[in-house]
């Protein structure tokens, strides 16, 4: 989980340079709602929309870190896993606790990049005339997103679900 901690912790810092870069430079009121063809539909004050992509930003991944945290301190039987009993035993627990944490903690990087790059193509269409947002970007982006969450389950799944064989 090291590596995602260094990883979050430098997103972090991304996203304090992103704000006080663009802060100044958005209207107030900002568009913050799109429709599907990217016309603007709903606006906020600036204070507002920093506010609560901040608040997006730290709520899952305060709660994925705290999760991935509190696994080692959890009881065997609040740990649902293929072949348990073999994964959580005293020789094997650690290192499979510690896959875990790190298999959580870089997820929580996949939705802390869907945040910030969704909300660069918000503060971009903020800039351009016409404020349109780049539907099509955005529908990558959460495409790929799509793809990073729902292959960290499935990889983990696939990883436990194997007991190696003796010998």
Not at 49 to 58: G, K, M, T
Not at 97 to 118: D, E, M, N, R
Request: hydrophobic fraction near 50%.
């Amino acid at each position: 989980m090291k590596g995602a901690s260094i990883a979050c912790l430098l997103l972090m810092t991304l996203v304090a340079l992103q704000i006080a870069h663009y802060y100044p430079q958005m209207p107030d009121p900002m568009a913050s709602h799109f429709v599907l063809d990217g016309s603007p539909n709903g606006w906020s004050s600036r204070v507002s929309f920093f506010a609560i992509y901040l608040a997006c930003l730290l709520l899952p991944a305060g709660v994925l870190f705290l999760l991935a945290g509190l696994l080692k301190r959890m009881p065997d039987r609040a740990i649902s896993l293929p072949n348990r009993e073999y994964w959580l035993s005293n020789d094997r627990r650690d290192g499979t606790l510690g896959y875990l944490q790190g298999a959580i903690g870089w997820c929580s990087i996949g939705v802390l990049l869907f945040l910030i790059l969704g909300t660069q193509l918000v503060i971009r269409a903020n800039l351009t005339p016409g404020g349109r947002l780049e539907s099509g970007k955005l529908g990558w982006i959460a495409a790929l997103f799509v793809v990073w969450v729902v292959q960290t389950p499935l990889r983990i799944y696939c990883r436990l679900s194997r007991v190696p064989r003796p010998g």
